[in-house]
């Protein structure tokens, strides 16, 4: 079997072609997320991307990420948890029913808190493919991006997640609120900046609160603008694991660019916990494990 794994997400696109074993043969990423393609127009792009990759008799595709939201190619509904890949691979949709699943999308993950749902897209994928390359069956994964995901597993299945809008809310203040005024949003990490952030999230006085001493610690010259783009990011990830139980996690697995996952396996390391990071390999893992068990 050849795949074709692709992670078409909102603003981007990855696709790498795998061989029978999961090898990756060849890789390509386009600024082409579901935003950027007309409606119907999905096909067209598909086809000016990965025709060539396709051609082979016997290629398969699957595809993960949003391109199966209602914005998307098709709809693929959401597994509830738990999930692992049976549960998943059970709810793939193919775009062309009746075609051997040639060109199939995975359906994404759903879970409830307190009477509000929570949903992953994309994600699933990952983790299912970070069980796949550790050999984790138990465990804490976390997925840093723009709406963070904390999920945990038991058994290979995905139980429950929780997500976190911290990369949003880092946009929103570093660049569209007066903390603009006084820090560099496109500053390098500062990693004893950074660290400070983490720790004074834990004062117990709140966000809302310590976010305004950014700009006090501006106004006072504690801090330069370069540090406190690190502080604030600081502040925000702390407030993540303050809300996380993480005496029962020996070990945290991070999937992401590198990066993210650096803060967080600083962060986290600030609080005594290890940490393991994937990139994109956990994406392709993931694909092919899903393709291998959904044979035509």
Not at 166 to 189: K, N, V
Not at 196 to 203: E, S
Request: proline share 4%; hydrophobic share 45%; glycine share 12%.
């Amino acid at each position: 079997m050849r795949l074709v794994a692709v992670d078409w997400g909102t603003s981007s696109l990855r696709g790498a072609l795998l061989d029978t074993d999961g090898k990756v043969l060849e890789e390509q990423s386009h600024p082409r997320g579901i935003l950027s393609v007309a409606p119907g127009g999905f096909a067209e792009v598909f086809a000016s991307l990965f025709t060539e990759w396709m051609r082979p008799a016997g290629t398969r595709c699957l595809i993960s990420g949003m391109a199966g939201s209602q914005q998307g190619w098709v709809e693929a509904p959401y597994c509830e948890c738990p999930a692992g890949l049976d549960e998943v691979a059970g709810k793939i949709i193919d775009i062309e029913p009746g075609s051997q699943h040639r060109i199939a999308i995975v359906p994404g993950l759903c879970v409830e808190h307190d009477g509000v749902p929570d949903v992953m897209r994309g994600e699933e994928v990952q983790i299912l493919g970070a069980m796949a390359l550790t050999g984790l069956r138990d465990g804490l994964f976390v997925l840093p991006g723009t709406h963070n995901k904390w999920a945990r597993t038991q058994f290979g299945r995905v139980t429950s997640f929780r997500t976190f809008m911290t990369g949003e809310f880092y946009a929103l203040l570093s660049q569209h609120s007066i903390l603009a005024r006084t820090l560099d949003a496109s500053a390098p990490l500062d990693e004893a900046a950074f660290l400070t952030g983490v720790a004074q999230a834990d004062n117990g006085h709140g966000l809302l609160h310590n976010a305004f001493g950014t700009r006090t610690l501006a106004l006072f010259s504690r801090m330069s603008k370069a540090e406190l783009a690190s502080y604030l990011s600081g502040l925000l990830i702390g407030e993540e694991l303050r809300t996380q139980s993480l005496q029962a996690a020996s070990e945290v697995v991070l999937i992401g660019a590198p990066a993210l996952t650096r803060r967080y396996a600083l962060a986290l390391g600030a609080a005594g916990t290890t940490t393991r990071t994937l990139g994109a390999e956990a994406t392709w893992a993931g694909l092919h494990a899903l393709a291998t068990i959904r044979t035509p």
